[in-house]
């Protein structure tokens, strides 16, 4: 047994039993992976004690929606790529267009999951399609992950800008499906001790009724959470209402996905958003008295133009809202600035959502989506997942509301120390487990081959700078 005490901490941000409140001057102690103190002048023995005085000490952050294996990649190709015909979506495009080899993903996983730690992540949901070795990479990591291996009935194809096709094959959808609960349940039984799994068919439209009825039978039955995309996009809107006469929320309601345990990634285009101009007003109201959850991950749809039209709109309706960073950077900081920024604009109101609200989203919010009561909070007897930010940097000066100052301005550039489980995972801002240099330069060849062989997948066979210019021109 190994008991850590973080001394004097000048701020810490505390789990009150309903809400976390400042508190200064506190000793928070943890005896392997569990918080065993949080409050003044802890009297037990300690092994290792950390000076507290120019600290504030947070719950580590809960990352519900993430790909860390393929996102990387996509920096510099994917900001400011979309298609008009597709509402300014670049999902379909891009997907078709541009294929990452597994070396790419190795790198790129590594690259995510670096700038996870970082930026004071301590539990993700890993949103992938598996190489061999994820989970080992996961515990290695020193995450807490949620191993989420997608699966599909259908595969998306095109052969003009306007309508998403599908090859449909049934077996395949199965046969992944099957993988996918085998991995789940290697995770759940992983030495380890920190990986757990999520049911995760990949998109509501691209799984046929069957394979997404036994998913959801297959989270229920084991008690695991269950995620999909799902309102992600128009088009997507479009075709399932076209396809069901419903909204997507609707069908995801009538097949049995909502409840809680279930998370929606990222239920954008819901009947009410202006965009859509679709004149019933349920969807909230079904999402809300189901349970289920929603990972909200403003900034790749912010890129198109796109907003989730206020987050203090779901919040009021009662949802657990968690948040997500659905692609480069993974910064759950700026993520959350983002997220409250947005939600502001888009409502035209300050008052829509606090900082608390999405301080809450990103600890406390994604651990109820998780089905946890002991992450996202330093209380006694929640798990030691603590993040240290360095009050005297000066990205924090003046530090007179912690909080502010690392959501708006600092963001990972004022994380100093990151526990997991009750072991160090990043000290003085280094992260101690991955090797972030080496693998961002994997990355970049790797993305040179993605590029490269661009035209054999893009349905027009147009080479990677026609599909996605740079910023200027070159010359
Ligand atoms: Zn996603």
């Known amino acids: 047994m190994t008991t850590t005490c973080i001394r004097s901490a000048a701020w810490a941000a505390c789990w009150d039993g309903a809400r976390h409140v400042y508190r200064h001057d506190v000793d928070i102690a943890f005896t392997d992976d569990a918080i065993v103190h949080v409050g003044p002048g802890f009297a037990g023995d300690v092994d290792i004690e950390v000076d507290g005085r120019a ?25 400011e790529h979309g298609v008009a015909a597709m509402y300014g979506s670049s999902l379909y495009e891009r ?23 970082a930026s004071g992540v301590t539990t993700l949901a890993d949103l992938s399609s598996p190489f061999d070795g994820w989970l080992d990479f996961h515990a290695q990591s020193g995450m807490r992950v949620y191993a989420a291996p997608g699966y599909a009935t259908a595969l998306w194809r095109l052969e003009n800008d306007q309508e998403i096709l599908f090859d449909w094959n049934e077996g395949r959808g199965r046969q992944q499906f099957e993988a996918a609960l085998k991995l789940i349940a290697e995770a759940e039984n992983h030495p380890c001790g920190r990986l757990r799994g999520i049911v995760y068919p990949a998109q509501i439209e691209t799984c046929s009724e069957d394979l997404l009825r036994d998913s959801i039978a297959a989270a229920r039955d084991a008690a695991r959470p269950f995620t999909t995309h799902i309102a992600q996009s128009v088009p997507e809107f479009l075709l399932i209402t076209r396809k069901h006469g419903k909204t997507p929320i609707e069908y995801a309601a009538e ?21 859509l101009h679709w004149s019933t007003r349920r969807d909230l109201g079904l999402i809300a008295d189901s349970g289920s959850s929603v990972a909200h991950c403003p900034t790749p749809f912010s890129r198109y133009g796109q907003t989730l039209e206020d987050l203090g709109r779901y ?30 604009v888009t409502a035209g109101d300050l008052e829509t959502v606090s900082t608390a ?69 990043v000290a003085d801002g280094k992260v101690l487990t991955l090797d972030r240099a ?28 026609e599909v996605s210019p740079l910023s200027l021109p070159v010359g």
Request: with cysteine; proline share 5%; aromatic share 4%.
């Open 55 to 79: 600290r504030f000490v947070m719950p580590g952050l809960i990352d519900i929606h993430s790909h860390p294996m393929t996102e990387p990649a996509q920096k510099g190709v994917r900001e």
């Open 95 to 117: 997907s078709v267009a541009f294929h990452l080899d597994e070396d790419g993903r190795r790198a790129g996983i590594e690259v995510a999951y670096a700038e996870l730690l």
């Open 255 to 275: 097949l049995g996905l909502l409840g809680p345990g279930t998370i929606l990634g990222h239920a954008i285009f819901i009947d009410q958003h202006s965009w």
């Open 315 to 344: 919040i009021r309706a009662g949802i657990t809202m968690g948040i997500g960073t659905d692609c480069s950077p993974h910064n759950m900081l700026e993520e959350m600035r983002t997220a409250a920024i947005l939600a502001r």
């Open 357 to 425: 609200d999405v301080f809450h989203a990103a600890t406390v919010g994604g651990a109820t989506a998780l089905g946890r009561d002991d992450l996202g909070r330093l209380a006694p007897g929640a798990k030691a997942d603590i993040v240290l930010v360095d009050l005297a940097d000066v990205t924090m000066q003046p530090a007179r509301d912690p909080l502010r100052s690392l959501i708006y301005t600092a963001a990972e550039r004022a994380v100093r120390d990151v526990y997991i489980d009750g072991r160090q995972v």
């Open 438 to 465: 080496d693998a961002a330069g994997r990355l970049a060849e790797a993305q040179a081959r993605m590029l490269s062989a661009t035209p054999q997948h893009d349905w027009q066979g147009r080479a990677a700078e």
